[in-house]
């Protein structure tokens, strides 16, 4: 990997990070208040509004190439993950990487794996495969297994400052 690309990967997790922290967007509405306070002392002429129109799409356009390089790394490491498990289970591996397949070949898989769903559940039947929700299945929930010891070992995952708590 380039420094470039290091550089901008490292610049783009920290920039999504912040940008999407509580106090930058309440800091973004107190922006626009103040700006739309404004308007009278500068007659709410063309220059104060061409102010606020030129830096939203400033800061609009280049959000989009920041969003969309988190949004590709996060897919991508969450394909890793899903081609992992499918590798190390007793799944098809002709799954993985399915995401590369081009578009007609995918539709045409997802349309074959629609059409076996029915007959797979009907063959599986409800006591093999239970439904997760207990209103459907019929059932209690399960109670929280205690975890495994190599996972008690392991280090809780880092979250951002947005993301939800389990």
């Not at 007959?119 to 039947?125: L, T």
């Amino acid at each position: 990997m380039s420094r470039l690309t290091k550089f901008f990967t490292r610049f783009a997790s920290a920039t999504s990070r912040w940008t999407g922290h509580p106090f930058v967007f309440i800091g973004c509405c107190t922006i626009v208040i103040l700006w739309g306070l404004s308007g009278p002392v500068f007659g709410f002429s063309d220059t104060w509004q061409l102010v606020i129109n030129t830096g939203t799409t400033i800061i609009t356009f280049l959000m989009v190439f920041l969003i969309q390089n988190t949004q590709n790394r996060d897919n991508n490491a969450l394909h890793a993950k899903l081609d992992e498990l499918i590798r190390v289970s007793k799944a098809d591996n002709y799954f993985i990487g399915i995401e590369n397949l081009p578009q007609e070949e995918l539709e045409q898989l997802l349309a074959e794996l629609d059409k076996l769903a029915p007959q797979m559940r009907k063959a599986m039947g409800p006591d093999k495969v239970p439904h997760p929700s207990p209103k459907i299945a019929g059932k209690t929930p399960p109670t929280k297994r205690a975890p495994s010891p190599a996972a008690a070992k392991r280090s809780p995952p880092r979250r951002g400052p947005g993301a939800a708590t389990s």
